[in-house]
Every structure is written in structure tokens, then in C-alpha cells.
């Protein structure tokens, strides 16, 4: 407006003499005056025109960005007025919902969308608000015309109008393809992670041979002894009967063993459970127990008994306990730090459990403090450098957190927390076995 005004002005400079620039009125010649007054009207009427018709472009242009780039994101845009007024869906809505662009946009057609397991949900985080609500966000799933499942990812806000009603308005984004790889990268990862395992059983291989064989042993010597009572003149059978018991009792010895060494191997989708991490360390110490003997390093366990549980897998927890206790058996390999000894600890904190594995060895070097969890780094002759990298991944896939420091008094701590799934705690008599429960339990 201003430009076009200042064009009228700058042609009365040049053709008009000086006193009728801003007041054309005082021209005598009335035809003149009036020929001058309606071209200038045409003039600001062309420019006024033109001026919006690019603004009308550039909003055309600014319209066409934002549906690549909602088309290219998977994003579409609704709003509308609480409960089914003023609805709008963007072009990549329809697109996402499975809709004809001629459709007209409602709550109903949204509704008929989504899948019957989540549409209470939905209805309750989104589509029937009713109340301001600063934060929206939530995913669901559709489906579509086709029988296809979507699934949707809503970010949004309910704002109070200054009428009463409530606006609300939303982002739609189709995470479909998301999901689709990041289960694709979670098998990847179980798949390396079930690789790792088997290497450290392959590691493990001589001490667990040396711990299934003693129950053993002790089984075929319980039952000699029991067939020398049985076979004498006048059968002793209360100590036939103690023989066959030490039989069962080493029997479930090993059968207990083989079953967490068959879970170690085994090959499965992540399972999350509610699990106690004592359960976890005491299972780890067992197994371990033979490795830490030939390497002459004593183990401790330094349990809260009254630990709450968390929620994860099994087997990924204890590939974790295992992977960091003999990184310390080996970081102690070539210490001659007496005593050598490893603590496991496990600590109940405001919001999540810890799990802390100490050893006495050399500690980590400055200059490797920020790449021990990198994939392939290792500071091993015979090692791949996955096995802490991997330990992020299964502890990040947990939301939980992963570090590593030294000790004031020498020796590396690693420690991994994770959230907590309630307040409730096992009790101690479902947690803790006395070998290894105790407060300071020593094996090895």
C-alpha cells in the first residue's frame, strides 16, 4: 500500500507543477483533474491486485511445502472443535486413514478407523476430550478399508476457546515402516546377543564341564554306597535311604544347573518380565562358580534384601551379569592385587534398582573411558569387542542406564540401573538362598 501511494505521488512530481503533488484539487482544469483522479484509482486498484495476487501465490508455494513435507514425514494434520464441530483433516490425513479426498472429515469416519482393542483408549487420550490438556501424545492402530493395520503416533494439545469450547489439534504420524524396523533391529540385536552367549559358553565350556560333573560324581558314588548297604546280609535301609536322597539332592544340583545353562542358549523374542536381580546375580554366581575357582578369585555377594523387582528378560539380564563379571575375571588376569576378588552388588534407589559388579584389577585407563561400550572395541588378544556394546544395547532396550568408573581404592566398577516395575519386593525367603543372599557371601 505504502509503495503504491508513493508511486502515485512520484508521477504528480514529474508531470504536475510542485503545488498540486499532494493536493490535486487545486488543478483549474477540471477535466484534467478528474482524468488524473480515475487513473490513479485504476493504478492502486492493479496494484492492489497484484500485490495480493502474491501473496495468494506465496501462499500457494508455502501450501505445497507443507504437503511434501507432511507426505514425506508420514504426517498428517486434524483438528477440530470438541465434541465433532469445525473438523479439518490435511491432505496426508485422508491419505494415512485410508479416506477419499472427497470425504467429509467427522469423528465418526475417524472413529471407524481404529482398531476395536484400542478405541476405548483412544477415545479417553484423544478423539472424545472434553478438558484443556497442555500434551497429547499416544500411539494407536487403524484399520484400514484394505484390512491393513496402521500404526499412529498423536501429538497434540486441547486448548480452552475464549467461547468455552475446547480446540483441539494434533499431529498424525503414521509409524508403521518405524515399527516394522525397529523390530527388525531388535531381532538383529537378540540374534548377536544369542551369538555372544554361546561364545562365552564356548569360553566356559572346561569349569561348566568340572560343575555339572561333581553332582554327578557325587550321584554314582551315593548310589554305590547305597547298593553296599542294600547288598549286606541285613540291608541297613535307613542309610539306603540317606544314599538315594544325597542321589536326589544331586540330581536337582544338576538338573538346575543344565536348566540355566539351556537358558543361556536358548534363542528367543524379548520377554519382559517381572523379575528380582538378586535372582538374576545368585544364578550368575552358580554358574560362574567353577571359572572363578581355576582363576583363584573370590566372589561376593552384597545383596539388598529387600529389593524391588524390575521388568525385563530373563536371559538378556543374565547375559548382562555374566558379560561383566568375566570382563573382571579377565581384567584381574594379570593383576597381582591381593586379595583378588570381585563384589556384586545389588542396591534399591528412589526410582530404579542398581546392579554393581567391583573388582580389584588395574581400573580403566583415561584414554578408554569414553570408548568401552563402542562396538568392536576391545582391549582383549582374544576378544571381538561386542560384549559391553551389546550390554548397552539390551540395558537401553530396558530404558534403563549403563556406566563405568573407577575405584577410590583401585579396581574398575561397572553398574547398570534399571526402572522399577512397582513397589512391591519379594520376600526374603523367595529371594535369597544363605550362600548367597547373605549380606556378604563368599564364593569361590
Known sequence: MLASILAI??????????????????????????FLLYGESIFLIWLLGSAQRRAQERSRRSEGYLADAQALSRTGSVGFTAPDKNMFWST????????????????????????????????????????PSEAIEFEHRIVTEGGSTKHLRICGKAEQQVEGAVRVSAAMMDVTETRRIS????????????VARLNTM????ASITHEINQPLGAMKLSANTGLRWLNRDTPELEKVGASLKRVSENATRAEALISKLRNMAKKGEFEAVPISLN??????????????????ITCVADLDTDLPLVKGDEVQLQQIAVNLVMNSFDAMAASLTHPRQIVVRSRNRADSVALEV??????????????LFDAFFTTKSHGMGMGLSICRSIVEAHDGTIE???NELGGATFRIALPVRSTETLEPSATSRPTTFNAEARIG
Not at 18 to 30: I, V
Not at 183 to 194: D, G, T, V
Not at 202 to 205: A, D, M, P, R, T
Open 92 to 131: 496426508e490425513t485422508y491419505r494415512i486413514l485410508g479416506l477419499d479426498l472427497r470425504t467429509t472429515p467427522s469423528m465418526k469416519k475417524m472413529l471407524e478407523r481404529i482398531h476395536p482393542e484400542d478405541r476405548a483408549m483412544a477415545c479417553r487420550a484423544f478423539y472424545c476430550v472434553t478438558e
Open 183 to 194: 523390530a527388525s533391529l531388535r531381532k538383529a540385536q537378540s540374534e548377536l546377543a544369542h
Open 202 to 205: 564356548g569360553e566356559l565350556v
Open 9 to 34: 505521488l512520484s508521477v504528480r512530481f514529474f508531470f504536475l507543477a510542485p503545488q498540486y503533488t499532494f493536493d490535486p484539487g487545486l488543478m483549474g482544469n477540471e477535466a484534467l483533474r478528474r
Open 358 to 371: 567391583a573388582d580389584t584389577g588395574p581400573g580403566i585407563r583415561p584414554d578408554m573411558q569414553d570408548r
Open 279 to 296: 535372582q538374576i546375580v545368585s544364578d550368575v554366581i552358580e554358574l560362574l562358580h567353577g571359572e572363578a575357582n581355576e582363576r583363584g
Open 404 to 406: 563405568a568408573f573407577n
